[in-house]
């Protein structure tokens, strides 16, 4: 059992670092980038705020719930920021190399899109795509309970940031050039 924990954050690490091996060393995913920069650049900046917001979340909630945890979570938050920019990064870049298999292939990656995807495409034109694997321990321990407990001190910016995880990849799949 010991060994299955700590192998779950190695496997993730490798798996991440051979994306981005793969963004480094394949022509054609270094084009599907090269072509959407401003997109790509633009999701970025939407998730770095998200990070930061996941650290704040953790830190303003523990102070919050006493003097004592103040000094914990000062520590404690740069790691949820990078931690939470780490998951995001790895799901996102995971979409986008499955876009751009896509693309390269003249069809779609995986499986049809079902009734969210069916109403999505019909309107907003909107094509997700298949869905990236989400390291779903990560993401609940780094992304969704920063943010709930951000939700917990400020209900209206996580609100927000909520909304902007969402937007995100809606937006960059409807100004997709290659759509």
Same mark, same amino acid.
């Given at each position: 059992?010991?060994?299955?924990?700590?192998?779950?954050?190695?496997?993730?690490?490798?798996?991440?670092?051979?994306?981005?091996?793969? $963004?480094?060393?394949?022509?054609?995913? /270094?084009?599907?980038?090269?072509?959407?920069?401003?997109?790509?650049?633009?999701?970025?900046?939407?998730?770095?705020?998200?990070?930061?917001?996941?650290?704040?979340?953790?830190?303003?909630?523990?102070?919050?719930?006493?003097? %004592?945890?103040?000094?914990?979570?000062?520590?404690?938050?740069? $790691?949820?920021?990078?931690?939470? #920019?780490? &998951? /995001?990064?790895?799901? $996102?870049?995971? %979409?986008?190399?499955?876009?751009?298999?896509?693309?390269?292939?003249?069809?779609?990656?995986?499986?049809?899109?079902? !009734?969210?995807?069916? %109403?999505?495409?019909?309107?907003?034109?909107?094509?997700?795509?298949?869905?990236?694997?989400?390291? %779903?321990?990560?993401?609940?321990?780094?992304?969704? #309970?920063?943010?709930?407990?951000? !939700? &917990? &001190?400020?209900?209206?910016?996580?609100?927000?940031?909520?909304?902007?995880? &969402?937007?995100?990849? #809606?937006?960059?799949?409807? #100004?997709?050039?290659?759509?």
């Amino acid at each position: 059992m010991e060994t299955t924990r700590q192998a779950l954050p190695l496997r993730l690490l490798n798996e991440a670092l051979g994306l981005a091996a793969r $963004f480094r060393d394949v022509e054609g995913l /270094q084009r599907y980038l090269a072509r959407r920069r401003p997109l790509v650049l633009a999701a970025s900046a939407a998730m770095l705020v998200i990070g930061l917001a996941c650290a704040a979340g953790v830190f303003m909630f523990l102070a919050e719930s006493s003097a %004592w945890l103040a000094l914990p979570a000062l520590i404690l938050a740069p $790691f949820v920021a990078l931690g939470s #920019l780490f &998951v /995001q990064f790895y799901v $996102f870049f995971s %979409w986008l190399e499955g876009r751009a298999l896509a693309r390269a292939l003249g069809h779609r990656a995986g499986q049809p899109p079902g !009734a969210l995807g069916a %109403w999505l495409a019909r309107k907003l034109q909107v094509d997700l795509g298949s869905p990236p694997p989400v390291p %779903w321990p990560a993401a609940a321990i780094l992304v969704v #309970l920063p943010l709930a407990m951000l !939700a &917990v &001190v400020a209900p209206l910016l996580a609100a927000a940031l909520l909304v902007a995880a &969402v937007a995100t990849p #809606l937006l960059y799949a409807r #100004l997709d050039p290659t759509r």
